[in-house]
């Protein structure tokens, strides 16, 4: 997985399912136990689409807002604005065999590859430290489990390599029924001395039974722009 400036590797939550009040907390073990479960049994839409606007700063300044439109491997991007400024006509990328990034499945740290050290409950969720057991360009570093769904409804990482390093974020929360990414932020610092900051909100979501063919063909009189990307 990469955020849009790593070659390589989210937000307030729209309806948050919470613990009902007054319900007991659950022993961490139990709490682990219904998170591989939840993971296990996410459901996933067939189609979907979305906007975003991202925000980069220090590497490379950028401000763009983009909708997407995907059906499993396949995705249209097109961007609305640049530079605050909304485009008289969108600019429009189709990409194959596009893997969703932030898919909670590809992010969510699990067992045995992650250690999981219960901190204690904020916030409705359930806070973990994680420690992975093997050195990579992404790991987690803590999770917040919602107390309703025991899905991740905040993940906390590092990154490094590709000559960078650095943290951030990601935010999840239920759209729908589905659980998707919110907002996701990273800071990082470069090996030239530099450093970066990145922001990406997601909001929109609709969740089609299909897309039309003609949503993945390209106009004829559309040029792929150059542009940020998910």
């Known amino acids: 997985m990469r955020l849009l400036l790593l070659a390589t590797s989210v937000a307030v939550l729209a309806a948050r399912a919470r613990q009902p009040a007054g319900a007991p907390a659950l022993a961490p073990g139990a709490v682990l136990a219904r998170y591989g479960h939840a993971l296990a049994t996410l459901r996933r839409p067939k189609s979907v689409s979305f906007q975003y606007s991202v925000e980069q700063l220090g590497l490379r300044n950028l401000e763009q807002t983009h909708r ?26 189709i990409i194959e065999n596009r893997m969703d990034r932030y898919d909670i499945l590809a992010v969510a740290p699990r067992l045995p590859a992650y250690a999981f050290t219960f901190v204690g409950l904020r916030h409705h969720a359930y806070v973990f430290k994680t420690l992975a057991h093997a050195a990579g360009p992404f790991t987690v570093t803590a999770v917040e489990l919602d107390a309703g769904t025991y899905l991740p409804a905040v993940v ?16 999840y929360a239920r759209a729908d029924r589905y659980w998707v990414v919110r907002m996701a932020q990273i800071t990082a610092h470069l090996t030239n001395g530099a450093r970066a900051h990145e922001r990406i909100a997601w909001s929109g979501y609709q969740f089609p039974s299909s897309l039309p063919p003609s949503t993945f063909v390209l106009p004829r009189s559309t040029v792929p722009p150059a542009s940020a990307s998910l």
Do not use: K
Not at 161 to 169: I, L
């Open 68 to 93: 997407v439109y995907r059906s499993g491997l396949r995705e249209r991007d097109e961007t609305l604005a640049a530079d605050g400024q909304p485009l008289p006509i969108p600019s429009i990328r």
């Open 156 to 171: 906390r990482f590092r990154i490094a390599g590709n000559g960078a390093r650095g943290s951030g974020e990601l935010h």
